[in-house]
């Protein structure tokens, strides 16, 4: 304890010596400034690089408080420009898929003043049996709308397929690529007739069956446009199905066959144009002669029957006037 207070007394008596140099040298100043100037430059000496020192720490530390304030400042910029990156993307895409959608409804639109002389009615795909191919699917349109079965399904320029089944709202298409699909076709540079068959082992080619080509004058070459035939039974004529990629003799030497190249991309639609008519099928005269053939042939076997009736009935009228005889 009485250690403690001598080290008390000994700071007390130091603090109070230095406080009594420093009010000397304050009165020494202002009395005549030449007698403290070697205090000035010790101190000086001892006082400068401290405040130097002092100052450097000062700005380095001023320097790491910026720092941080600007990556501070540039993580918040960061996040605002993240945000505005997501909205602009977004926004990207929805234009994008905008303007897909405005170029599918402008070829829409061309189609149907295409074939401006039928009445049409636009529907979306809204179902599809499974696979990558349109080959069986559903539409948003039925006969609340005048769509009716066997009515033709136009898009992408070029025939798509025909309504199967209708409902209310909704109506099942059969693509021309199915496998039971058969289309009557004709090419359009020579009216020549034949086939045109679907097939799903060979769409991944790109590709339809042609069959039945009747082209005796060869003016059938690949490139060709094939068209609707005006003598099929359910399709309009003049629908554009495809170009001619391949064509062979068959074996028969009398008909060609080979394949077509579809106009309608199968596996990315989305919209169809219903035309609302339906074919006035007109038989052909092949078709009237097997009718006359076929009437004839019955005509001609209830006159025989008739003939063999008469015939019984003579025979038994005749063994009745010999019984009678008898």
Not at 24 to 35: A, G, P, T
Not at 251 to 259: D, E, H, I
């Amino acid at each position: 304890m009485k250690k403690k207070s001598n080290e008390n007394l000994k700071n007390k008596y130091l603090l109070t010596g230095l406080s009594v140099f420093c009010v000397l040298l304050i009165i020494l100043s202002f009395v005549n400034s030449d007698l403290v100037a070697p205090v000035k430059q010790i101190s000086g000496y001892l006082v400068t690089p401290v405040q130097k020192g002092i100052n450097s720490f000062g700005s380095w530390l001023s320097g790491v408080t910026d720092n941080f304030e600007d990556v501070e400042t540039l993580r918040e910029e960061n996040e605002s420009l993240k945000e505005q990156v997501a909205t602009l993307t977004e926004e990207n895409s929805l234009l994008i898929q905008d303007h897909e959608e405005l170029e599918r409804l402008q070829e829409l639109y061309d189609l149907d003043k295409q074939y401006s002389e039928y009445e049409k009615v636009a529907a979306n795909i809204i179902a599809k049996e499974s696979g990558n191919w349109f080959n069986l699917f559903t539409i948003d349109k039925g006969s609340n709308d005048g769509i009716q079965k066997d009515m033709n399904v136009i898009a992408d320029g070029g025939l798509v397929g025909i309504v199967t089944e209708v409902g209310a709202n909704w109506a099942t298409v059969r693509a021309i690529i199915d496998d039971e699909s058969n289309v009557s076709a004709m090419v359009s540079t020579t009216s020549d007739q034949c086939m045109v068959g679907g097939d799903l082992t060979l769409i991944d080619d790109g590709s339809l069956t042609l069959s039945r080509l009747t082209d005796a004058d060869n003016a059938v070459h690949v490139g060709d446009k094939v068209v609707t035939s005006y003598i099929s039974e359910n399709y309009l004529p003049g629908i554009l199905i495809g170009y001619i990629s391949e064509l062979n003799n068959d074996s028969n030497n009398l008909t060609k066959s080979g394949y077509i190249t579809p106009v309608v991309d199968f596996r990315h639609l989305q919209e169809v144009l219903v035309i609302l008519e339906l074919k006035d099928y007109v038989a052909s005269d092949s078709d009237s002669e097997e009718s006359q053939m076929d009437s004839s042939a019955s005509e001609t076997e209830t006159s025989v029957s008739d003939e063999d009736g008469s015939e019984t009935e003579t025979e038994s009228s005749d063994s009745g006037e010999n019984s009678s005889q008898e």
